[in-house]
């Protein structure tokens, strides 16, 4: 019994038991006996060393995803067909800052097939600059614009897309951009590259 309490003492004293283990309720906890409340906090550190070793699985495996995606790019890149990339340009665009809208100055970026990336936007005049997200997605027919990385990756509130046949992108196409209440405009894209045959 002593060496149990002494065990409890220890953990509570290295910070290491900060809260109750498996959601015990505080009232059920001082029902308890020593040794079941050790066997609580062991069971508790098995669930928590499986929640740590799931996380580093994931965090590898997003990792993987991200290699294979980068090395799909340069693939595209040393290899790239008409179609595999494309050329964007913001013009006219408005930014809300506090409650006025700025003018900004034209805004270009060139992208590969499953690449994104940020791209500044900066007033005429003088104010905070901003910042948009931009991906060409893998299909090759379709631009996604965010609000921000995360809004990119998961497609939601703060995005906009502008999807496209591939002669639409060889003639280029554009649409009215309004993200998130604070952005609007006028974007207008492309593919860009050598045309070595037409659909």
Sequence with gaps: MRTIYLLLSGLMLSGCLSSLPLNISEEDWALLSEEQKLEAYKQQSVIDQKRYESS?????????????RLAQIEHIRQRAD??????????????KQGKRWNEIRPTAAELFRGEFQEVELFPYVSGYTDSLWLEFDQAGNRVWICR?????NGRHY??????????????????TLRIDDRINGELRCSYTGREKYRR
């Design 56 to 68: 580093l699985k994931a965090d590898e495996q997003e990792r993987q995803a991200e290699l294979a």
């Design 82 to 95: 008409y179609g595999d990339r494309i050329y964007c340009i913001f013009d006219p665009v408005r930014l």
């Design 148 to 152: 921000s990385q995360s809004a990119l």
């Design 158 to 175: 703060g995005c906009d897309a502008l999807v496209g046949t591939f002669s639409d992108f060889s003639r280029g196409t554009g649409k």
